[in-house]
């Protein structure tokens, strides 16, 4: 057994001996054991079949490593790859970085043209920052605006639309991510020009003896759809939309009961995001009856152009929405954004996974730069592999770094928030946790920093990944196997950190 704040090294007892050991423990005799026997005997009283284990914990203000179990073993880190991919963005991008989405106008021989700007922001329009913004909006209030600020400049009518997508590849959809599913919403396509999270929000309104009335959010009524669902009075609704080519053409089936809202991933956004952008300036008074809509060519120079819109998007909102709610376009958009940042060529899954190994080696060493494996920025790949060590020693080297460190402990959520909403709510912990969850099938993992209540600082960062987890009675024990671990980690601090018993006379 390795003590508190010792190396861990290659040779281990055999895990027989380490479950023998936990289960002669009571919890009593657990409270004066150092770091790694506590891991051990949390994890020996959770069985967990075949699944493969890896657990590292590190001090956040040293770097060493602590304790850990197969700590050096790569894994599908599911979700918490967006621990990486914000680490990075922070150190690339800086935390005042900003994305901004314009709007130009430029008067080509008495040809008025607008040009939209992308930044690869995947905050534009996305409902739930709206909702919380100052004042509070939907995206047709956001659209109203837009449309209304060109018309005050002046602009009266458009004879072609540039849609400038350029700071990113055309590459929507990673090859790796579950074809079947390129559907759903957190599969969204990623472009250099994203519009309400790249998903249509389908509202179904029931109606007594006739179909559901059906409204879109954006508004598009130029899509292809069609609406096959059926109205209930009671009952169980089951209303979902499919797209079952890479086109915008969608189907609503199933039974809608009272209001229905379905979300749906477009395909193509930048194109997307043209045409409402198109309509809402027509709303505004705006004629763009007959305008042309292209891309911008690859070594087009627009100049003498005239801002007409900027909408600004901070990255501490990026990263809350990345790690909080694990939404995993905006992982996807960083990564890609970080590509671009410092090649100067269009963002990419291969060359913002390139400057992400180029991180990891500067932070935590070569050796994990050189056993990483990055599909994408979410985790949504099952080609991602990390080792826990490396997890754990990047996330207390990003943790404790001046300047991004607050910020990227501010970006995860702490139990009660975000995905961590049902975690660790019965557990009164001496330290503050902050971590990312993770889930693909077979696949559970938690990782993240215990902060001290007092100072706010990071005391530990640690990444429990499990893998090959069987279905049924097993997978149910992975999130206490989690938080088992969690409090170990919390108990061991608080031992550390208590006053030595003084002699009294």
Known sequence: MLTPRQPLIPARLPRAVGV?????????????????????????????????????????????????????????????????????????????????????????????????????????????????????????????????????????????????????????????????????????????????????????????????????????????????????????????????????????????????????????????????????????????????????????IFEGTTPLVAVTTTLTDVLRRCNADSHNLYAEAMLKRVGHEVTGEPGSWLNGGAVLRMLIAERIGSEHATVVEIADGSGLSRDNRVRPDTMALWTASIAREPGVGAAFIASLPRPGEGTLRSRFAEDELTHEVRAKSGYLRGVYALSGVLVDRATGEPEVAFAILLNDVPEGSTARKAKPFHEAIVEQIDTWLADRQAPEPTMGG
Not at 79 to 89: D, E, P, Q, V, Y
């Open 20 to 300: 023998l050991i936990a289960f002669a423990l009571s919890s009593a005799a657990i409270a004066g054991l150092g770091l790694q026997t506590r891991i051990d005997a949390a994890a020996a009283r959770i069985p967990l079949g075949r699944t493969s284990i890896g657990v590292c914990v590190v001090d956040a203000r040293t770097g060493e490593i602590l304790a850990g179990i197969d700590h050096d073993r790569a894994l599908i880190p599911a979700s918490n790859m967006k621990l990486l991919t914000s680490g990075a963005a922070l150190l690339a991008l800086g935390e005042d970085f900003t994305f901004r989405t314009e709007i130009h106008h430029q008067d080509v021989n008495g040809t008025d043209r607008i040009i939209v700007v992308g930044s690869g922001d995947p905050a534009l329009g996305d409902p739930v920052l709206l909702d919380q913004g100052t004042p509070a909006m939907d995206i047709n209030a956001l659209l109203d605006r837009v449309g209304s600020a060109v018309a005050r400049r002046g602009i009266r009518s458009v004879d072609e639309i540039v849609l400038d997508d350029r700071v990113f590849d055309d590459q929507l959809a990673h090859p790796s991510w579950p074809a079947d599913q390129l559907n759903r919403w957190y599969c969204a396509e990623v472009s250099g020009l994203n519009l309400h999270t790249n998903v249509l929000t389908v509202y179904a309104q029931a109606q007594r003896n006739e179909p559901p009335i059906v409204t879109l959010e954006p508004p598009a009524p130029w899509v292809e759809f069609e609406n096959r669902s059926t109205s209930i009075l009671r009952g169980q609704p089951t209303a979902w939309v499919s797209r079952p080519r890479p086109e915008n053409a969608f189907t609503l089936h199933g039974k809608v009961r009272s209001n229905s809202a379905v979300r749906v991933a477009i395909h193509d956004p930048t194109t997307f995001t043209g045409r409402v952008l198109r309509d809402a300036f027509e709303d505004a008074g705006v004629r763009t009856n007959g305008a042309s809509m292209r891309r911008a060519a690859s070594d087009e």
